[in-house]
């Protein structure tokens, strides 16, 4: 049975282990701080709509040595701002057989799993790794404190759309990505496999755009106007970079968000960056988010006011302390009138 390293012991990273464990995987987590601390003291509270369990996960740090082998897969399940540091610090390790012999270094030898919503994981983690197989995840699971995660899907506990990124041997990442999907899917994941993993990403970041706004204070039909305003202007954007964003249709395979456990206690809308500022995080990935719509605006000359004012809104306040309920959601609103005119040229 495949061995899975998994870098980042959050909401994905978690549910991934318990559930890979549950179906007699070996499942290493790599984690740190708080969590790392929690998870080699004591179990870990896991909730989904199959109940409430405390679960027993083997944990280690960053440095230790994780005794990688031929036929492991690595899933990095940090959020995007974070992959830039784990993924060299995994890339360079060696890769033995099953003699112990070292055959050669992970960045060639090891397949690794982006999760990351927003665009820039894939292309960042082929910076190091040879094998790069890009998944959106369509989940909501929630890290809400140290030490508990609750997944929200019923009767799947999440819908993954998996396909290969980047690679310079074919047929290995084809078999890669067919065990990932074999295994995910006896883990009660709904996979889809897909050739232009690229343009579901982009699918997916026309709705991550709007996550941040629920961190700010304001009603929910106000948030409503922003956030499709938002979406149309990162999908203007996306459109002068040159992707194509999947049908949108295609994403309502989401089962997370048409089967809603309500036992699982996760509540909906409250996504990864909600659950970063609740967290009091030092860093969120607003920055891949609104911040990737910003970026690609000012790559391409397109302009991309809503997102980019939302980026500032966020970034500055997780610098000034974070917190929820933040001010601001009327100054996007100011914006709409100009936003919506520069969308008509
Ligand atoms: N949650 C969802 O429902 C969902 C759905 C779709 C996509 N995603 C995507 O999946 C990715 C992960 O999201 P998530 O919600 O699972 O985030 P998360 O709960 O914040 O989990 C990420 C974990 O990685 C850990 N980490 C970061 N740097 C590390 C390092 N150097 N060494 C060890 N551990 C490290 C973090 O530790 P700290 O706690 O110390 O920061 C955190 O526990 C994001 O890109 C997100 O966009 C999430």
Redesign the pocket.
């Known amino acids: 049975m495949t061995r899975y390293v998994i ?9 991934l282990a318990v559930e890979l464990g549950d179906r007699g995987h070996d499942v290493l987590l ?7 601390e929690h998870l080699v003291t004591q179990p870990l509270s896991y909730h989904t709509h199959a109940g409430s369990r405390e679960v027993r996960l083997r944990a280690v ?2 440095a230790a040595d994780l005794g990688l082998r031929i036929g492991d897969i690595v899933v990095l ?4 701002q ?1 992959l830039p ?2 993924a060299p ?1 995994v890339a360079w390790r060696d890769v033995t057989d099953e003699h112990g012999d070292i055959r050669g270094i992970a960045a060639e030898l090891i397949p690794v799993v982006t ?4 665009l820039d ?1 894939e292309r960042a983690a082929t910076r190091w790794f040879d094998t790069v197989l890009g998944a ?8 809400g404190r ?1 030490g508990e ?1 609750r ?1 929200g899907g019923h009767p799947h506990l ?1 819908g993954i759309i998996a396909g290969i990124s980047s690679t310079r041997t074919p047929e290995f990442a084809e078999q890669a990505l067919k065990t990932v999907a074999t295994d995910v899917t006896e883990a009660n994941f709904l996979i889809t496999l897909a050739s232009d993993i690229r343009s579901y990403k982009a699918a ?1 970041i026309v709705h ?1 755009v709007r996550n941040g706004l629920e961190v700010l204070a304001g009603d929910r039909r106000t948030k409503d106007t922003v956030g499709l305003a938002l979406s149309a202007e990162a999908r203007t954007v996306l459109a002068a970079a040159g992707f194509t964003p999947r049908d949108l249709a295609d994403l309502v395979l989401d089962p ?1 968000q048409t089967h809603f456990d309500e036992q699982s206690g996760v509540t909906p809308g409250r ?3 909600w ?2 500022f609740a ?1 009091a ?3 969120n ?1 607003v920055d ?2 609104n911040g990737e719509i910003a970026l690609l605006s000012r790559l391409h000359a397109v302009p991309a006011p809503l997102n980019t004012r939302l980026q500032q809104l966020l970034s500055r306040a997780t610098h000034t302390g974070g917190g929820l309920d933040l001010p601001g959601l009327e100054t996007l609103t100011e914006l709409l009138a100009t936003a919506s005119s520069q969308q008509q040229h």
């Open positions: 870098v980042g012991a959050g909401a994905i990273g978690v549910s790599v984690a740190r701080g708080a969590t790392l740090d960053l399940a940090v959020k995007s974070d540091t784990v610090a999760v990351q919503n927003g994981a959106v995840f369509l989940i909501s699971a929630q890290h140290t995660v997944v999440g997916k991550s997370a996504q990864s960056t659950q970063s967290r995080t030092p860093t990935e891949y988010l």
